[in-house]
């Protein structure tokens, strides 16, 4: 059965950005870590919703301060990255062999001259 709300119903924590607004006052929002991202040099945070729509801001990266999220979204987040790169360089070494043993099993020695050593 599909529930009719599709709010996450885990708890992901909470973020908080320290901004400058136009009016130049420093802003101190929390919300949920789901509520926050950053995206094309800008901090996007859900402010509000309206009927079916969710009002958001935009904040330039310039004028953030500091974001803080809770630590175990970091821990996730860290580990994340860290897979993606463990599984790009796998799909690298199998694509481009690098090492002694590669090397030595495709490597072909090519001898270049100059005109010079034509003459002699």
Same mark, same amino acid.
């Given at each position: 059965?599909? =529930? &009719? &709300?599709? @709010?996450? =119903? =885990? &708890?992901?924590?909470?973020?908080?950005?320290?901004? =400058?607004?136009?009016?130049? @006052?420093?802003? @101190?929002?929390?919300v949920p870590n789901e509520h926050i991202a950053y995206f094309q040099d800008h901090w996007i945070v859900k402010t509000e919703e309206r009927g079916d729509h969710d009002i958001v801001r935009r904040i330039p990266s310039e004028r953030v301060y500091y974001t803080e999220r809770s630590v175990e979204e970091f821990e996730d987040e860290v580990q994340t990255i860290r897979n993606r790169v463990e599984s790009f360089a796998g799909t690298l070494r199998e694509r481009l062999p690098v090492g002694d043993e590669d090397e030595s099993q495709d490597s072909h020695e090519i001898e270049v001259g100059s005109e010079t050593d034509h003459d002699q």
């Open positions: 059965m599909v =529930e &009719d &709300d599709l @709010e996450l =119903e =885990e &708890d992901l924590g909470q973020a908080t950005i320290v901004y =400058e607004n136009p009016e130049g @006052e420093t802003v @101190e929002k929390t």
